[in-house]
Nanobody
Protein backbone atom coordinates (compact mmCIF):
# COMPACT_ATOMS: atom_id res chain seq x y z
CA UNK A 1 0.00 0.00 0.00
CA UNK A 2 1.35 3.40 -1.03
CA UNK A 3 -0.31 6.66 -0.05
CA UNK A 4 0.46 10.31 -0.70
CA UNK A 5 -0.65 12.81 1.93
CA UNK A 6 -0.72 16.51 1.05
CA UNK A 7 -0.89 19.59 3.20
CA UNK A 8 -0.43 23.35 3.00
CA UNK A 9 -3.25 24.58 0.79
CA UNK A 10 -5.38 27.53 1.74
CA UNK A 11 -6.45 31.07 0.98
CA UNK A 12 -3.88 33.78 0.36
CA UNK A 13 -3.81 37.32 -1.01
CA UNK A 14 -2.14 38.01 -4.34
CA UNK A 15 1.58 38.45 -3.83
CA UNK A 16 1.62 36.13 -0.85
CA UNK A 17 3.20 32.73 -0.35
CA UNK A 18 2.21 29.17 0.46
CA UNK A 19 4.20 25.99 0.93
CA UNK A 20 2.71 22.66 -0.10
CA UNK A 21 4.04 19.38 1.24
CA UNK A 22 3.48 15.79 0.16
CA UNK A 23 4.71 12.67 1.93
CA UNK A 24 4.63 9.10 0.65
CA UNK A 25 3.97 6.35 3.16
CA UNK A 26 4.16 2.57 2.97
CA UNK A 27 6.89 0.03 2.40
CA UNK A 28 8.47 -2.08 -0.30
CA UNK A 29 8.59 0.65 -2.94
CA UNK A 30 10.83 3.25 -4.50
CA UNK A 31 9.96 6.50 -6.26
CA UNK A 32 11.55 7.54 -9.53
CA UNK A 33 9.93 10.95 -9.81
CA UNK A 34 7.53 13.20 -7.95
CA UNK A 35 5.50 16.07 -9.30
CA UNK A 36 2.86 18.67 -8.59
CA UNK A 37 -0.09 19.10 -10.93
CA UNK A 38 -2.95 21.58 -10.75
CA UNK A 39 -6.40 21.87 -12.22
CA UNK A 40 -8.50 25.02 -12.26
CA UNK A 41 -12.27 24.93 -12.88
CA UNK A 42 -13.01 24.43 -16.56
CA UNK A 43 -9.36 23.98 -17.45
CA UNK A 44 -7.09 21.09 -18.35
CA UNK A 45 -4.91 19.56 -15.67
CA UNK A 46 -1.37 20.81 -16.06
CA UNK A 47 2.04 19.87 -14.76
CA UNK A 48 3.38 22.55 -12.43
CA UNK A 49 6.75 21.11 -11.48
CA UNK A 50 8.51 17.76 -11.36
CA UNK A 51 11.64 16.39 -9.77
CA UNK A 52 13.41 13.07 -10.29
CA UNK A 53 15.29 10.99 -7.76
CA UNK A 54 18.44 12.49 -9.27
CA UNK A 55 17.18 16.03 -8.54
CA UNK A 56 16.43 16.92 -12.17
CA UNK A 57 13.75 19.62 -12.12
CA UNK A 58 11.26 20.98 -14.63
CA UNK A 59 8.82 23.87 -14.20
CA UNK A 60 5.85 25.08 -16.18
CA UNK A 61 6.64 28.38 -17.86
CA UNK A 62 3.86 30.08 -15.93
CA UNK A 63 5.52 29.43 -12.56
CA UNK A 64 9.22 29.75 -13.36
CA UNK A 65 10.91 32.16 -11.00
CA UNK A 66 8.04 32.04 -8.52
CA UNK A 67 7.71 28.38 -7.47
CA UNK A 68 10.41 26.07 -6.13
CA UNK A 69 10.12 22.30 -5.94
CA UNK A 70 12.31 20.28 -3.60
CA UNK A 71 12.57 16.65 -2.57
CA UNK A 72 13.95 14.61 0.30
CA UNK A 73 14.53 11.12 -1.07
CA UNK A 74 15.22 9.62 2.34
CA UNK A 75 11.88 10.87 3.67
CA UNK A 76 9.93 10.33 0.43
CA UNK A 77 8.74 13.91 0.65
CA UNK A 78 8.25 16.58 -2.00
CA UNK A 79 7.53 20.25 -1.34
CA UNK A 80 6.38 23.17 -3.44
CA UNK A 81 7.25 26.66 -2.25
CA UNK A 82 4.94 29.13 -3.98
CA UNK A 83 5.88 32.80 -3.88
CA UNK A 84 4.43 35.88 -5.58
CA UNK A 85 1.12 34.10 -5.99
CA UNK A 86 -1.34 35.34 -8.60
CA UNK A 87 -5.11 34.83 -8.88
CA UNK A 88 -4.50 32.61 -11.91
CA UNK A 89 -2.63 30.20 -9.63
CA UNK A 90 -5.96 29.31 -8.02
CA UNK A 91 -6.52 25.58 -8.50
CA UNK A 92 -6.63 22.21 -6.83
CA UNK A 93 -3.04 21.02 -6.52
CA UNK A 94 -2.27 17.31 -6.72
CA UNK A 95 0.85 15.46 -5.69
CA UNK A 96 1.95 12.65 -7.98
CA UNK A 97 4.59 9.94 -7.66
CA UNK A 98 5.93 7.40 -10.12
CA UNK A 99 6.23 4.34 -7.88
CA UNK A 100 8.08 1.08 -8.49
CA UNK A 101 7.35 -2.07 -6.49
CA UNK A 102 10.26 -4.33 -7.47
CA UNK A 103 9.09 -7.50 -5.71
CA UNK A 104 5.92 -7.45 -7.79
CA UNK A 105 7.59 -6.33 -11.04
CA UNK A 106 5.12 -3.46 -11.10
CA UNK A 107 5.10 0.29 -11.54
CA UNK A 108 2.23 2.68 -11.03
CA UNK A 109 1.23 6.31 -10.69
CA UNK A 110 0.03 7.33 -7.25
CA UNK A 111 -1.95 10.50 -6.63
CA UNK A 112 -2.67 12.53 -3.54
CA UNK A 113 -6.15 13.65 -2.60
CA UNK A 114 -5.59 17.22 -3.76
CA UNK A 115 -5.38 20.46 -1.82
CA UNK A 116 -7.13 23.69 -2.78
CA UNK A 117 -5.11 26.86 -3.28
CA UNK A 118 -7.13 30.07 -3.61
CA UNK A 119 -5.43 33.38 -4.41
CA UNK A 120 -7.58 36.48 -4.02
CA UNK A 121 -6.98 39.72 -5.89
Amino acid sequence: QVQLVESGGGLVQAGGSLRLSCAASGSGFSINAMAWYRQAPGKQRELVASITSGQRINYADSVKGRFTISRDNAKNTVNLQMDSLKPEDTAVYYCNAAVVIPTEYRSLQVWGQGTLVTVSA
